[in-house]
Every structure is written in C-alpha cells, then in structure tokens.
C-alpha cells in the first residue's frame, strides 16, 4: 500500500500543525484534519486560525483547498484514509483512580471506538498524542474486538516532540522522527509507510524505528528529562539569589561543558505547558502502579520544584511590595506559558495570578496573543477561585502594554514575549506609583538601565542593587 489519503482526528495544537506540514511536503497526499468541534474546524476553515504559531498561517493559506481539509466530516475522513493520526488531547485525569496524575484516555479511546465503528478497509492507525507506556495496546484491543470482517489494522507509536511557538520550524527540521511498531512483518511494513512520508522531507538517518513501548516511553522520558534541567537550573537559581552568585553565569558556565549543553537552562518562573507537567505526572502514576515508588519519587521532585518556583517568585513580589498587595494595581505583562504561542495551559502566569489576587491585589493584565475570554476563563476555573464574580472585579485585561501599566504599583513580566524588551521604561516609570517595582520572572529586561530610571528591580537567580536615590538616601551601598 502507498499512502494517498491521511485523516488527522484532532485539529489542536499537534495535529493543526503537523498535518499542514505533511501536505505542503507532500502535495500528493491529501491530508484531511477533523475534529467534533465545529467552532474549531470553522476556526480552521477562516482567516484567522485557532492557534498562534509562527509561519503556520502561511502554509495553511497556500495548502488548503488544495490537499489539506479541514472538516466535521470524520466518517468520510475515516472511510476514505489510509492512515490516521490520534491527535486528541490526553489531559490529566480529574476524577477517580489516578485523579490528578494519570493520563485520562477517554478521548483516544472514543477516537479508536470511532475508527472501528466506521472503517470498512485496513488502515494504518498512528497514535501521536502523548500516551502513557502500553496506550497502543489498548488501542489495537478496541480495534480488533469491534473490527469489520477482513478488515486488519497495524498501530503505530510516533510521539509528536514540536514545542508550541517553534512547531512549524520543529516539524520542518526535527532533530530526529521516532517510529515505533510491531516487530511482525506487517509491523515493519507499516513503519516504513509511515517513513516514507517523513522521507519526502527528512532524511532516512533521522528517522528512528524502535518497537511500540520504546517509543511510547521515549516521549514521556524526553519531556521529563527536560523538564528536570529547568527544574535543576530553578533549583540552582534560589542559591544564588542567596549567595550572590548569578545564575545566568552559571547556566554558561555549566553549558560550555559539551557533555550538559546549553538549552534548557533558562531559569525562569517555573515551567509551564500542556505536556512537561502531564507527562511527568503521568510517569509518576506509571511508576507507582509498576511497584516503583523510588522512580515515582524521584520524577515527582521534577514537578515539586516546579510548583516551589512559582510559590518562591510570588511570595517575593508580594514580600517586596511591603508584605501587603491588598488592593494594589499589579500589572502582569504576558499570561501565556511561553513566548510566541497564544496557549495558557500550566501557565505560570496563573499561579501568580491566583497567589495576588488571593492576597487582594487588583490585576492588569496584557498579552499579545491571548484573548481576553481565555484569561478570564483561566482565572474563574473553581480550582483557581471560589468567587468568579470577584475575579472579574479584580482583572482587567488591556490591549497593550502602556495601558497595562499605567497607574500600576508593580510590573511582573511572566512571559519573555520579545515586545517587552523594546518598551519604552521611562515613559512606563512615569506612569506608574512610586516606589515602582519590576519583578523581571523570565530575566529579560536590561535591569541596570531600569535600576537607574528609578525602579526597584527583582529577578530570578540574581540580587539586584536599590535603585540609585534610595542608596544616596540610606547612604549604604546595598542588595
Ligand atoms: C515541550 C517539549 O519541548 C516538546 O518537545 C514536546 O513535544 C512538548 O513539550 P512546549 O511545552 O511546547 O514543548 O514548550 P517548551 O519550549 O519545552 O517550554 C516548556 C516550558 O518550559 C515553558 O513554560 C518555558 O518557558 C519553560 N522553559 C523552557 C524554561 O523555563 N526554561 C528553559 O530553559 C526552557
Ligand atoms: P493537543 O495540544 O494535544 O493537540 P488540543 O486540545 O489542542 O490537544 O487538541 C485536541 C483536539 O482533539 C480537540 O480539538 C478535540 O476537540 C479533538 N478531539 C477529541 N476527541 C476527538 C475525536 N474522537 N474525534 C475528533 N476530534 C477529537
């Protein structure tokens, strides 16, 4: 079998991307994304797509209509495809037993229900969301005890590893494709049609074929272990705040060593997103329900030190700004989880958020890319706030950064959208209540230029000096 027809179901953050990279490298295939949501696939269908992510608005425009769709239409999408990517979410499970740390797999369960209620010819069935180790042999179980007669499936594993706002450049140039399937002959078939797709853009070397388990496990393993370096370099970042030592230094000192390497050792408020925190959750479930409870403890530290960064960073804003926020304007630049995506999940922006407005601050918020409605929604969720009519009290959302700012007791730059580097300080200075406090949570800013406008600068990993007139009035030259 040759691929001609590729349905995606899920049309979020994976599959929207991944398979409008596939029909533009593959102009022969034609490459169908469906999803149940109507709002998303009409989001799809429009100008403006449901998701930021920077060069994806130009490859949807040049491929749709022509062998990229996306529709309502699963059955059709199923019926017709060859292969089918199982793009849906897997978030983590909010009830019953794992409540809070094992992978809910209602959603890839209902997606291989579906494929086996409507397939009539033998498909290649790929999972692609993030899954928890031995997922695809639930899958292929659905499947084979509801199949069509004569008709077979092969599963295979081929984890998806973009990062949101770098996705399309990810996707284009991954350092490698990992491929998992069946060691039976028509396991290894189908590896090599799924390779062969990848071929069309990416050489044969950087694509890895293990068996399912392998690749199943490498993904939740990757996340994980990169997850544990911005954990280690956090760590790291609260014995220097206490030593003196700087925290930026030491990542460069610690990278040059070809055997660490220097990505990932951005300190930072805490990590945020829809994968590091689920997945290493969800290695932690795996391992405990395996009689590993050394393993489960060793990763959940990942996840600990995550939350006491967070808890570290706000505790400081609110210690600085004389130990009461109570009805102070505290402005947040930045709500979503990293830079150039407009996707909140796990953002720390919303532990922040939720500690000031627990502590009474009133919140001005601004973000480039996401929309006030998600702000808004993120912040009334009952597991952030009892009162949903006191939050909307106490947040206003603003369309730029000057507004934002204006009147403000205190900045807090969360996310390191570029835009924040280039504001014009003095003019932000001017505008806000004096003392004026800047608590720089992604290490951004040109802090000695903002110490000599005037602000009392914090940051993350470093001890800062007092701005200029505060150290002539103490006479002490100072932290
Ligand atoms: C991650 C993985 O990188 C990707 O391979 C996987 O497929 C999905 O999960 P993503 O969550 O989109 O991608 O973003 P990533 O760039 O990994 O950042 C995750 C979080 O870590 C962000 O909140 C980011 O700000 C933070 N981070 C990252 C740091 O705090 N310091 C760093 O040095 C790097
Ligand atoms: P991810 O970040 O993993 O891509 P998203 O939540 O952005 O997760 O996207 C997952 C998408 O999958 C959602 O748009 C959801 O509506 C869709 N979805 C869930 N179950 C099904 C299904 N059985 N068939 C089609 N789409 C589905």
Redesign the pocket.
């Known amino acids: 079998m040759v691929v001609k027809n590729i349905c995606c ?7 929207g991307p991944t398979c409008s990279v596939i029909a533009s490298k593959c102009p022969e295939i034609k490459v169908t994304v ?4 109507v709002t ?1 696939i009409a989001q799809w269908n429009s100008e403006k797509l449901p998701i930021y992510e920077p060069g994806l608005d130009e490859i949807v425009k040049a491929r749709r209509g022509k062998n990229l769709f996306f529709s309502n239409n ?1 059955e059709k999408a199923i019926l017709e495809a060859d292969l089918i990517f199982i ?4 978030p983590t499970k909010t009830f019953g037993n794992g409540k809070g740390r094992a992978a809910d797999l209602k ?1 890839v369960e ?2 291989a229900r ?1 494929i086996a209620d409507i397939a009539k010819s033998n498909k290649i069935v790929v999972e692609k ?1 993030t899954v928890p180790v031995r997922a695809a042999e639930s899958i292929m179980n659905i499947l084979k005890a509801n199949n069509e007669p004569g008709v077979s499936y092969q599963i295979l594993s081929n984890p998806e590893f973009l990062a949101e706002g770098t996705a399309i450049q990810d996707l284009m140039h991954p350092d490698r494709v990992l491929i998992g399937g069946e060691e039976t002959p028509e396991g290894q078939l189908a590896i090599e049609e799924l390779c062969s797709i990848y071929e069309h853009w990416i050489p044969r070397k950087s694509i890895l074929t293990t068996n399912t388990w392998s690749s199943e496990l490498s993904k939740l393993a990757a996340n994980a272990m990169l997850a544990q370096r911005i954990s280690s370099i956090n760590s790291l970042s609260a014995v220097c705040e206490a030593t003196g030592a700087d925290v930026s230094e030491v990542a460069v000192a610690i990278g040059l060593d070809s055997r660490i390497g220097p990505k990932f050792l951005q300190a930072s408020i805490g990590f945020g997103g ?1 994968c590091f925190q689920k997945d290493i959750l969800n290695l932690v479930y795996i391992c405990e329900s395996l009689s590993l409870p050394e393993v489960a403890a060793y990763w959940q530290q990942v996840i600990d030190m995550n939350e006491y960064q967070k808890t570290r960073f706000t505790a400081k804003v609110v210690q600085s700004l004389f130990n009461t926020v109570s009805g102070k304007n505290i402005t947040l630049l930045g709500f979503a989880f990293k830079k150039n995506t407009g996707d909140t999940r796990e953002s720390p922006a919303i532990h922040v958020a939720k500690t000031l407005l627990d502590e009474g601050a009133s919140l001005n918020i601004y973000d480039p890319k996401v929309e006030e409605s998600q702000i808004l929604y993120d912040l009334t969720h009952p597991s952030i706030c009892e009162s949903p009519e006191e939050v909307k009290k106490l947040v206003k959302i603003y369309p730029d950064a000057y507004s934002a700012t204006n009147g403000a007791h205190a900045v807090v730059i969360c996310t390191e959208w570029d835009e924040f580097v280039t504001l014009d300080y003095r003019e932000i200075y001017r505008s806000m209540m004096k003392p004026a406090y800047i608590f720089d949570g992604r290490k951004i800013l040109d802090h000695e230029e903002l110490i000599n406008i005037g602000f009392h600068v914090q940051t993350i990993g470093k001890r800062l000096p007092r701005p200029l007139s505060t150290r002539m009035w103490s006479g002490t030259a100072v932290v």
Do not use: E, P
């Open positions: 179901l899920g049309a979020g953050y994976v599959g469906v999803d149940k949501s998303r699963i793009s849906v979410n897997t959603y209902g997606a579906m969301s829809s």
